[in-house]
């Protein structure tokens, strides 16, 4: 079987990181997301990836050379300037999909500790046109909330239903199986949308079934979502791990990749991963939040509930509140203050404080 993953969106509500980086490729506890679908797939014995992408989601993810773990993977790429929506570029990809096997579609901003054997199962007994993974939530008014009938089949979609008044606390978790059947109800080079479009046709002709996945399912499509995924994953996997240097305080849980340098009396944590090559001053804190390779962190600063690009300066003495965003090499100049859920551009250079939570491009 192959997987088709979805991965040519534009991520905009993870910007500015997503300005110099597809979801897909985000680390979660220093791994990009991506690497662990291909870990996932190739544990289910799926050894064939179709990455379906616009050019520079190719370019980066060709550039990232992330492990492919045994995958043959290969691009479909949007046509120029015509993003394909969530359905248009599986039908783009119908030559690399092939006639006559099911195969999985993945959205590529989903962590899902996913067996697919199980809903490629359910797929065949029902012999269905589509199969979509349900997970199920606490409040699923942020969501789309699905119906099923007691053999599986879905009744209904229902897009962000009010709060208390959805009939089920499922969701569609953004793993589906199809049958290439699936392929004629797409508009050829158009933007269609699987959710909106293609599942409301499959349900009305009872053709579309569900399958209740249990595990782990976190979609990082929000800043906030991309943090607590980060802190779900340090809780699951990095309890027990010991950092040997004495002056140096770990609030649990963090990670910390290779190559980073910390000052002393720095506090790390709690929630804290910090990406390789990272350079950490004295008396600095990190809380709860997700530093990318290769930024340096100077004597003084506190960086609580935020998210740090990749080489980002921040000089001394620097604050940075919660839900900061600051965007790829920015440098963040000593003494400057920026408030809750300020977004610094990829490149920009800060030396005054900002009041206001605000894009600064
Ligand atoms: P936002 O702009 O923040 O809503 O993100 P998005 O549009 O990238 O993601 P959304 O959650 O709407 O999409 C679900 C999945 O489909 C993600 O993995 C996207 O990368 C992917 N996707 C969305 N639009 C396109 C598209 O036009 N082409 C391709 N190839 N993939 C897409």
């Given at each position: 079987?192959?997987?088709?993953?979805?991965?040519?969106?534009?991520?905009?509500?993870?910007?500015?990181?997503?300005?110099?980086?597809?979801?897909?490729?985000?680390?979660?506890?220093?791994?990009?997301?991506?690497?662990?679908?291909?870990?996932?797939?190739?544990?289910?014995?799926?050894?064939?990836?179709?990455?379906?992408?616009?050019?520079?989601?190719?370019?980066?993810?060709?550039?990232?050379?992330?492990?492919?773990?045994?995958?043959?993977?290969?691009?479909?790429?949007?046509?120029?300037?015509?993003?394909?929506?969530?359905?248009?570029?599986?039908?783009?990809?119908?030559?690399?999909?092939?006639?006559?096997?099911?195969?999985?579609?993945?959205?590529?901003?989903?962590?899902?500790?996913?067996?697919?054997?199980?809903?490629?199962?359910?797929?065949?007994?029902?012999?269905?046109?589509?199969?979509?993974?349900?997970?199920?939530?606490?409040?699923?008014?942020?969501?789309?909330?699905?119906?099923?009938?007691?053999?599986?089949?879905?009744?209904?979609?229902?897009?962000?239903?009010?709060?208390?008044?959805?009939?089920?606390?499922?969701?569609?978790?953004?793993?589906?199986?199809?049958?290439?059947?699936?392929?004629?109800?797409?508009?050829?080079?158009?933007?269609?949308?699987?959710?909106?479009?293609?599942?409301?046709?499959?349900?009305?002709?009872?053709?579309?079934?569900?399958?209740?996945?249990?595990?782990?399912w976190i979609d990082i499509g929000k800043p906030t979502e991309y943090l607590e995924a980060n802190k779900i994953l340090l809780k699951a996997h990095y309890n027990n791990k010991k950092y040997d240097n004495k002056n140096l305080k770990i609030k649990n849980y963090v990670a910390i990749d290779t190559g980073v340098k910390i000052g002393e009396k720095t506090v790390i944590g709690p929630y804290a991963v910090i990406g390789k090559q990272v350079a950490i001053g004295k008396n600095v804190q990190i809380i709860e939040s997700v530093i990318l390779s290769d930024a340096e962190i100077q004597d003084g600063s506190k960086i609580n509930g935020s998210i740090i690009g990749e080489g980002v300066f921040i000089g001394k003495n620097v604050k940075i509140g919660n839900g900061c965003i600051i965007g790829d090499c920015a440098k963040i100049r000593d003494n400057v203050s920026l408030p809750e859920g300020a977004a610094v551009c990829p490149g920009k250079e800060i030396s005054e404080n900002i009041l206001k939570s605000n894009i600064v491009c």
């Open positions: 079987m192959k997987a088709l993953i979805l991965a040519g969106g534009f991520g905009t509500r993870l910007r500015p990181i997503s300005c110099s980086r597809p979801k897909t490729l985000f680390p979660i506890v220093n791994k990009p997301l991506l690497e662990g679908i291909f870990e996932r797939l190739s544990e289910n014995n799926i050894m064939e990836a179709i990455m379906a992408v616009n050019s520079l989601t190719e370019f980066y993810i060709r550039k990232q050379k992330i492990r492919k773990h045994g995958l043959k993977v290969r691009y479909s790429i949007d046509p120029p300037k015509t993003p394909l929506g969530t359905a248009g570029p599986i039908k783009n990809a119908e030559k690399l999909i092939g006639k006559t096997d099911s195969f999985l579609v993945l959205n590529g901003d989903i962590f899902a500790d996913i067996k697919y054997k199980e809903i490629i199962k359910t797929h065949k007994e029902k012999k269905a046109l589509a199969t979509i993974a349900l997970h199920e939530v606490k409040d699923p008014s942020r969501y789309g909330c699905v119906e099923i009938t007691e053999d599986k089949r879905i009744k209904k979609f229902i897009e962000k239903p009010k709060k208390g008044s959805a009939p089920t606390n499922l969701i569609n978790a953004g793993i589906y199986v199809l049958d290439p059947k699936v392929l004629q109800y797409i508009e050829k080079s158009k933007s269609v949308s699987m959710e909106r479009e293609i599942f409301p046709k499959l349900v009305e002709e009872k053709k579309m079934f569900g399958h209740c996945m249990q595990g782990l």
